[in-house]
């Protein structure tokens, strides 16, 4: 099933928003699933009698399956389609978000949140490889940057569900209804936007090229002139079979990441896993993770702390408006230098903010006035140089710089490495905090992004206006 819209030999912009914004549902849910943990750590500290290393796995825990969610999902959509990957991962969405709340035991739970962690891989790549092959070149960039309008709202909703619920109930470890405990109750309001994603996806068509490489040359022909109008449609149809496998029994397949001359991994992979994994290096999802316990942990009570995290999150949206604004005219590879340069500095400066914290005779941490401001419009700044930047235009990057034949297999692997790095980051925070202190974390992700700023320099290739049958790879 697929919305029907009559088209001439014009390009229909209308539809092709229309299912591109179906599409970054699953971006959404990819923030709320990744926020809504966000409030709720204390709430499974107390219900689990988890410590430091248990709580970072339980948190930490959604990613493994994020990495082996992203690792299958480009393979099997190259398999069975990018329309069925999504709607699985709106099946699976639905069941982590029921699960996650009914858990009585720290097994049961991280047995929910890797399923869900499936869920937010699969979407992670299939989302913006399925927007960069329905949206035509001059704007693809916007389009695909809207993705992370949808995770940061998604994170900014989960913030502000659980801002509201621990108000209403005075904390996440209290009774709120139905003799349920508020964290609880912070992981079902995710409920109702899966329903939604689940239902939305029965009205998108297949991606062209999925069908272009399956050989349903009609299929393909009717979806692209739904998109581009009759006369382009021919012409586009000519040109991705151009560059992809027409039939079944030609299937992409890990050879094809190679070289055919030199017979090494082919340069775009690398740059790939680089892209990935210096996104997360740059600790950005310790800010959206432990956002609550981080500023907890310089003074600030759990009401302001959760505030906080709706604040970040509402500069995180208004950043990335700024990148939609930017991407298709001074192009990728300048945002991800300038985001890189300006996490840098605000990285340091907040390690130094949290260098001048005295710790008092029971172990609470805490920064005198000037130092907490400084801290937290540094750390700020931060998520909108990361929001502006590396957040949205990795995705975009990813979605469009490998070639057609390998963009299942080039967003796989790089989003599985994307979500390890994630992982790491995640599971070792909690640690760090507990051990050497917030300024020696910062510190590494400060140096992380300064790296970031000479490998998007030396190794990243600009894509701005050039159709995916001209990536090269």
Known sequence: MSVELNVGNKENTAFILLISCIATIGGFLFGYDSGSINGTVEGLKVAFNSDSAGTGFNV??????????????????????????????????????????????????????????FAVGAASVMTPAYISEVAPARYRGRLTTVQQIAIISGLTAAF?????????????????????????????????PAFIF??????????????????????????????????????????????????????????????????????IIWVGIGLAVFQQFVGINVVFYYGAVLWQSVGFSESDSLFINVLSGSLSIAACIVAITLVDKIGRK??????????????????????????????EVSLNSQMGGVAL???????????????????????????????????????????????????????????VGLAVAYGFYALCAAISAVFVAKYVLETKGKELEEMAG
Do not use: H
Request: include cysteine; proline fraction near 3%.
């Open 198 to 267: 689940l239902f939305a996806l029965f009205f998108i068509p297949e991606s062209p090229r999925f069908l272009v490489a399956k050989g349903k040359k009609e299929q393909a022909i009717s979806v692209l002139t739904k998109l581009y109008g009759k006369e382009e449609a021919l012409k586009k149809f000519d040109e991705i079979s151009a560059t992809v496998a027409s039939s079944a029994s030609d299937q992409p397949s890990l050879k094809d990441l190679k070289d055919g001359v030199t017979g090494k991994v082919r340069p």
């Open 334 to 363: 300048p945002l991800l230098w300038i985001g890189s340069v300006g996490m840098a500095v605000t990285l340091a400066i907040a390690a130094y903010a949290f260098s001048t914290a005295s710790v008092g005779a029971n172990g």
């Open 160 to 192: 502000l569900g659980n801002y509201l619920l621990a108000s209403i109930s005075g904390s996440a470890l209290n009774i709120l209804w139905l003799d349920y405990e508020t964290w609880r109750w912070m992981f079902w309001v995710e409920l109702a």
């Open 60 to 117: 930490a825990s959604m990613l493994l399956g994020c990495a082996f969610g992203a690792a299958i999902a480009g393979r099997l959509a190259d398999t069975y389609g990018r329309k069925l990957m999504l709607i699985t991962s709106a099946i699976l969405f639905i069941i982590s978000a029921w699960g996650t709340g009914i858990s009585a035991t720290s097994i049961e739970f991280i047995f929910y949140r890797v399923l869900g962690g």
């Open 377 to 435: 419009v540094s750390a700020n700044l931060y998520v909108i140089f990361f929001n502006m930047s590396w957040g949205p235009i990795m995705w975009v990057m990813l979605g469009e710089m490998f070639p057609n034949r390998i963009r299942g297999l080039g967003l796989s692997i790089a989003g599985f490495f994307q979500w390890v790095a994630n992982f790491a980051i995640t599971m070792t925070f909690p640690i760090i905090l507990a051990s």
